[in-house]
């Protein structure tokens, strides 16, 4: 790329999994001039200092975010507003501040208020992640090859195309495919593709450990998790991941959350009732439908 | 261990993934005298002689039984009662008749009358697997460590008690944990652990392709499934596996697998109301809990 973007400083708060990882990859490819860490954990901020993800730390949001041109705001998406909030006053002119959470609409509706009329807000969503988190679990490349999909928050919000194109030419020299589209597109598909798949992993492995309940001799419990192979494991691997998030992601996507569980009750209801009769033909149609999706989607990366 | 058991011949109706890497375990071991081969697929038949997984092959299951002292059917479940019938008549006076199908108690039901009286039948079921199937998908150790679940058929069956002696020296001696169980358990399990995480993972994969249409620019349909990310195609994983094997086995087991839907079905829902009153605290304990749980099964190993 010939215009690859570079900012003086950046000041991401929330050194974890996607902040740490952002920094390493800025720092690789040059594309900041220094990199401040904020964070409320000080034995987190020293691993990510110690670790070179960091030029500098601070505990101190107003010190942090002073004189930097980019803001990235990579904390829980419940907690998005109140940090933007703590760092309005101090924003330079014409900073951008940008953040990574998977929920958008209520988000830029929190966020919108808060921010002086000086400042770009340019939401952002790296569509990548592993269930680790901290500063200890950033990687390099995370990002690459991956999706990033910006919702720019339109003519109404504190946004302009230059500072929506300086995020998007960010994502792309980290090797993303920035997608652009709007917040409420983004929710629902994010809550189909990923918000759901948490919220079934996390329900099946609480349904199962309670269905061996009584099930043992003498109406003993009988441990069914234990008996589970591979499969089971791969399938739920997401239900270990962070509670706080995935409460807070599901609050704030709520709406979005509950139309998609609605739609999967409805298509698990009708495979019930093909597989309560037995209809092995309906059955294996199903499965082969899922089954040619899904391979295509791995052939496709 | 001392009394290791040893087959003199081994007939192995169904050279796939789990017969196959059977055989191959069951030679490395010297287990067995000989190993013949049956299948319907002479192609499938050839790779299993070629990559030395049995000693010899068969079309025919006359020829393919006759004389042996163990037969393992390892055919997809709904499969098995026909492949017995045809063997019946074959069978020599003492031999060990098993399977290693996920579903029990409706197999048992219409094995048992097929089997003539000088025959012993032990159900058995190794939990393990991955995704491929055929003879080229044969791993040496793919039993080792995992449960294998023997459910005997009981005094009222072809069964005794040197028979299920018998089939379970042989597990064991592949390194598996024998668990022994009533049939009716067994399938209560597995619906639980194994086939209910594929009937959602097929579920999933389709609700999610439907919910993209008409959802894009002018009621253009929106392709959400290349949003995924790594946990969703991971949660997934199970969706490729073979529709055929999983209709048969949505079939057999219904009854369990219906059931497990519906105590699924009313912990969604309940943890839907949650979510949509944005109930954070009550979420959070809800995917704390599972989080325990499922972590624990990973230490576990």
């Given at each position: 790329m010939s215009n690859t973007v570079h900012f003086k400083k950046v000041a991401i708060v929330g050194v974890g999994l996607i902040g740490g990882s952002l920094a390493l990859d800025m720092k690789l490819?040059?594309?900041?001039?220094?990199?401040?860490?904020?964070?409320?954990?000080?034995?987190?901020?020293?691993?990510?200092?110690?670790?070179?993800?960091?030029d500098s730390i601070t505990q101190d949001i107003a010190e942090g975010v002073r004189g930097a041109d980019l803001v990235v705001v990579a904390v829980p998406v419940l907690k998005v507003a109140s940090v933007i909030e703590a760092a309005a006053p101090y924003l330079a002119d014409g900073a951008i501040?940008?953040?990574?959470?998977?929920?958008?609409?209520?988000?830029?509706?929190?966020?919108?208020?808060?921010?002086?009329?000086?400042?770009?807000f340019v939401p952002a969503h790296p569509v990548a992640g592993t269930e680790n988190s901290g500063a200890g679990a950033a990687i390099t490349g995370l990002f690459n090859g991956r999706n990033c999909i910006i919702t720019p928050v339109g003519k109404g919000g504190p946004d302009n195309p230059e500072a929506v194109e300086a995020v998007t030419g960010l994502w792309r020299a980290l090797g993303s495919n920035v997608v652009i589209m709007d917040a409420l597109t983004h929710d629902r598909i994010l809550s189909a593709v990923s918000h759901l798949p948490h919220v079934i992993a996390y329900t099946l492995v609480n349904m199962v450990a309670n269905a061996g309940k009584g099930l043992g001799a003498n109406g003993s419990d009988t441990d069914m998790l234990g008996y589970s192979a591979g499969g089971f494991r791969d399938f739920t691997r997401i239900a270990s991941s962070s509670p706080e998030m995935w409460a807070d992601i599901c609050e704030m996507n709520s709406t979005a959350i509950v139309e998609m569980i609605e739609a999967f009750e409805s298509e698990l209801d009708s495979l019930k009732r093909v597989i309560k009769k037995r209809d092995n033909d309906s059955?294996?149609?199903?499965?082969?439908?899922?089954?040619?999706?899904?391979?295509?989607?791995?052939?496709g990366g």
């Open positions: 490819k040059g594309l900041a001039g220094t990199i401040v860490g904020i964070g409320r954990s000080i034995a987190n901020l020293n691993i990510a200092l110690d670790l070179n993800i960091v501040v940008t953040d990574v959470g998977s929920v958008k609409a209520e988000l830029i509706k929190e966020v919108l208020p808060l921010l002086p009329p000086s400042v770009s059955m294996k149609a199903e499965f082969n439908k899922a089954k040619a999706l899904r391979d295509a989607l791995i052939k």
